[in-house]
């Protein structure tokens, strides 16, 4: 017995050191690529992965368009891969429109890993448009969502089955328009309905594993604007996006300025990135600061109880105090698997700003990280990026993707500064 029991603890003990080891080991990328059109400039690009091996980028591309008289700028189009991103097919257009497309969405069905859904906004930004396909990208059905009589901006998706949300926000009212029959007919709900004065940013949107959508929004004051605080918010439907309640997740202090940068004052302000795991549990990753104008950190947090509490929030980038953080993402797949990433301006000085992307992963549902990485490299033969990485954030956000193989795909875009030119990358790894 004796024996026994001391061969079985140096099992558990051998055991334990191998995990120990895998868990130490640190993630492995591809260095960037980039991905779709070489001509123009490409920015903002939304990522998707099904349980096949194919891939989905759809991003707008400022520019001519080969072989498309029609096309306006931007116009969106869809670049896919059916061997998980290690080649590309050419890109295409999604949909031909005589009005500028914008704000890309893309999302794989999660209850079969097949479906896919894509929205934007075009007419003007009028007009929420949705494409549905069942054939992995070869065709498309399309429906207009939402029709305005005003600007909209910052569309999320969401699908789970037949349930497909589309949210929007218009000022500082924040929309989601609803089906339940996959995408052929919407109703549109308010989701912020008492008064919530300031500017609201759509951040993100989720179907939880029983059914319930959750979005997230950052909200800007009406008296400060961009220089005042911002209202991080989470908002809950239990009834297939009709009624909602909302929860105040975290408040930032304003963001600093895009220094010698033509971009807006929020450009670089509080943002928020929502998602859930296959068990349910909702994660939240999002850029806050506690200085007025002073630099932003990345902030973590989780739920398991469909929203009613959560964590404490944690910091998970290892840069220093004082360095810039923006542009959150979040991906999730199988329970307690969440994966990470944001941008953050480490690398600059006050006479060469540079920017670079990195990325974290827990298996745990965020109770431990695994090894910060740099995803952003160099790549020769484009003066915006250097050694030290690139000059600027090229879009409002980026996007991230698990693959059938359990890998990690991250699109994101870099530029010169916020007018162009610029180009979307592609990484991955685990």
């Not at 061969?7 to 868990?23: D, P, Q, R, Y």
């Not at 929007?168 to 309905?193: I, K, L, M, Q, Y």
């Not at 090229?394 to 059938?404: E, K, N, P, Q, T």
Request: net charge negative; with cysteine.
């Amino acid at each position: 017995m004796v024996t026994m029991r001391s061969a079985g603890l140096k099992f558990v003990v051998v055991l334990c050191a191998l995990a120990s080891m895998a868990w130490a080991t640190p993630p492995q990328f591809s260095g960037q690529k980039r991905i779709g059109l070489t001509t123009g400039d490409q920015w903002e690009p939304a990522v998707a992965a099904d349980g096949s091996g194919r891939i989905y980028v759809l991003y707008p591309h400022y520019g001519r368009v080969p072989n498309c008289k029609g096309c306006r700028i931007p116009t969106l189009l869809l670049v896919a891969s059916n061997d998980n991103g290690r080649t590309w097919q050419t890109p295409h257009v999604m949909l031909e429109s005589g009005s500028g497309q914008f704000d890309a969405q893309i999302a794989v069905d999660p209850a079969d890993r097949h479906t896919v859904y894509a929205a934007w906004l075009q007419n003007g930004k009028r007009a929420v448009m949705l494409a549905r396909s069942v054939d992995s990208g070869a065709t498309w059905a399309f429906t207009m969502a939402v029709r305005s009589d005003v600007e909209l901006d910052k569309p999320a998706l969401a699908v789970r089955g037949p349930n497909v949300y589309v949210a929007f926000n218009h000022e500082e009212e924040v929309w989601v328009a609803a089906s339940a029959d996959g995408g052929r007919n919407f109703v549109p709900a308010r989701v912020n309905t008492e008064s919530r004065p300031g500017w609201s940013l759509l951040g993100a949107a989720t179907v939880g594993s029983a059914g319930d959508v959750y979005l997230a929004w950052a909200s800007y004051s009406k008296a400060g604007g961009a220089r005042g605080s911002v209202n991080l918010y989470i908002a809950k439907s239990a009834d297939a996006g009709k009624e909602w309640s909302t929860t105040l997740l975290d408040v930032s202090a304003a963001a600093p300025g895009c220094k010698d940068e033509e971009c807006g004052e929020a450009y670089l302000g509080a943002q928020i990135a929502l998602t859930s795991d296959a068990a349910g549990t909702l994660y939240a990753l999002w850029s806050a600061g506690s200085t007025p104008l002073g630099p932003q950190q990345i902030y973590f947090s989780s739920s398991t109880d469909g929203g009613e509490d959560w964590l404490p929030r944690i910091s998970v980038s290892d840069a220093g105090a004082g360095v810039e953080h923006a542009f959150p993402a979040i991906v999730a797949g199988n329970p307690g698997d969440v994966r990470i990433a944001w941008m953050d301006s480490r690398g600059s000085s006050a006479t060469s700003p540079y920017w670079n992307t990195y990325y974290r992963s827990s298996s745990n549902g965020g109770a431990t990280w695994g090894e910060e990485i740099r995803v952003s490299g160099y790549v020769p033969g484009y003066r915006y990026i250097s050694k030290e990485g690139f000059r600027f954030p090229f879009g409002d956000y980026f996007s991230l993707a698990i693959d059938s193989h359990g890998d990690t795909h991250v699109v994101w875009g870099e530029g010169m500064n916020y007018q162009s030119p610029g180009s979307i990358w592609h990484a991955s790894g685990r």
